[in-house]
């Protein structure tokens, strides 16, 4: 199999305050992550690219000092949003590709987070 | 720029009433096309990859297709818990961390 998790499941916060949001590899070891975001009615919206043991790399529009990435392990990876705002709500969800996969692995994705900034 | 289109935007269809779902797409060097279901509320569940013209692949009632403009799944005799929302994405490029871009998807309602 190839399951990954995100904690929590859904957030409220106060706007001004970070929140941290985890993703997991639970069967196999992740190089690549990657964090998405997606609005009511869209599809999903790629934010950046999280490489275990080196900087992420970030879409163009997505600020880097507000959607902070780490990808300390093989297995997990964290997104922290940083004085999140109302419009900083929406649904996060992350992907994970095998380390042991090639160039045509394919993305497994997460059940997702939905943040909700009062 | 990589262009991923889908269509129809929303599919209803009574059980048993068989149909497709289209994926456009423009993309110099694809790399893999993708299909997921997901699920109001949660992360997109992988149904199929296709890597080259004429390819197909098949999982229960759903068969993907793919030719080098576009991509088919086929729903064959469809029940009420095959409605969700299906997703198709492309790949190009030629290094591991190559990203995926998403069609808006097809919302599909089966109802019995």
């Known amino acids: 199999g190839a399951v990954v998790s995100q904690h929590p499941s859904r957030v409220i916060c106060k706007s001004g305050t970070s929140v941290k949001i985890e993703c997991r590899s639970l069967?196999?070891?992740?190089?690549?992550m990657f964090w998405y975001r997606q609005f009511p009615k869209q599809s999903l919206m790629l934010m950046a690219t999280s490489n275990e043991g080196s900087k992420a790399t970030y879409e163009q529009g997505v600020e880097k000092d507000k959607f902070l990435i780490n990808h300390a392990s093989l297995t997990l990876s964290t997104l922290t949003v940083t004085s999140a705002h109302p419009e900083d709500s929406s649904f996060y969800i992350c992907?994970?590709?095998?380390?042991?996969?090639?160039?045509?692995?394919?993305?497994?994705f997460g059940p997702g987070t939905r943040l909700l900034v009062l | 720029e990589d262009q991923v289109t889908q269509s129809p935007e929303a599919l209803r269809l009574q059980e048993g009433e068989s149909s497709s779902l289209n994926c456009s797409y423009t993309v110099s060097g694809l790399r893999g096309l993708f299909w997921y279901r997901q699920d109001p509320g949660k992360g997109p569940e992988f149904l199929f990859t296709?890597?080259?013209a004429g390819e197909e692949k098949e999982k229960e009632r759903l068969k993907a297709t793919l030719t080098k403009k576009e991509s088919f799944l086929h729903i064959t005799a469809p029940k009420p818990e095959d409605s969700a929302t299906y997703l198709c994405?492309?790949?190009?490029?030629?290094?591991?961390?190559?990203?995926?871009?998403f069609g808006e998807g097809t919302q599909l309602t089966v109802n019995p």
């Open positions: 994405a492309v790949r190009e490029g030629q290094t591991s961390g190559s990203r995926l871009t």
């Open positions: 992907s994970a590709k095998k380390a042991s996969g090639g160039l045509l692995e394919t993305q497994y």
């Open positions: 296709l890597y080259s």
């Open positions: 069967d196999f070891q992740a190089t690549t």
